[in-house]
Nanobody, 126 residues
Framework: QVHMVESGGGLVQAGGSLRLSCAASGSILSINTMGWYRQAPGKQRELVASITNGGTTNYADSVKGRFTISRDNDKNTIYLQMNSLKPEDTALYYC????????????????????WGQGTQVTVSS
């Protein structure tokens, strides 16, 4: 009931920049924390950055100072500005909503946990 769509991935040279977007849709009343995760081939999915609905951010050590996460609560959208990209940033990037409150047709509210997008590929060439 929460549909999440990422965009903005692509191929970029080392040192370049990309901006990812993720829009959540559905009868959403609120979302607590939204975040970006990534998974490289043969590796586990890892947290890149997260942001609460109050604007508190958290970053993986590997991206601190290079990536910036932001959020538009009115649009249920998050962004990830990625600068100074490195080949090791190459991965499939997913967005996540930890807990979304949606309004059902019955008029009752429902909490939905752990919504994920399909992912957007980021490839950084050396």
């Amino acid at each position: 009931q929460v549909h999440m769509v990422e965009s903005g991935g692509g191929l970029v040279q080392a040192g370049g920049s990309l901006r990812l977007s993720c829009a959540a849709s559905g009868s959403i009343l609120s979302i607590n924390t939204m975040g970006w995760y990534r998974q490289a081939p043969g590796k586990q999915r890892e947290l890149v950055a997260s942001i609460t609905n109050g604007g508190t951010t958290n970053y993986a050590d590997s991206v601190k100072g290079r990536f910036t996460i932001s959020r538009d609560n009115d649009k249920n959208t998050i962004y990830l500005q990625m600068n100074s990209l490195k080949p090791e940033d190459t991965a499939l990037y997913y967005c996540n909503a930890d807990r979304a409150v949606v309004r059902q047709r019955s008029g009752r509210n429902l909490s939905i946990f752990g919504s994920w997008g399909q992912g957007t590929q980021v490839t950084v060439s050396s």
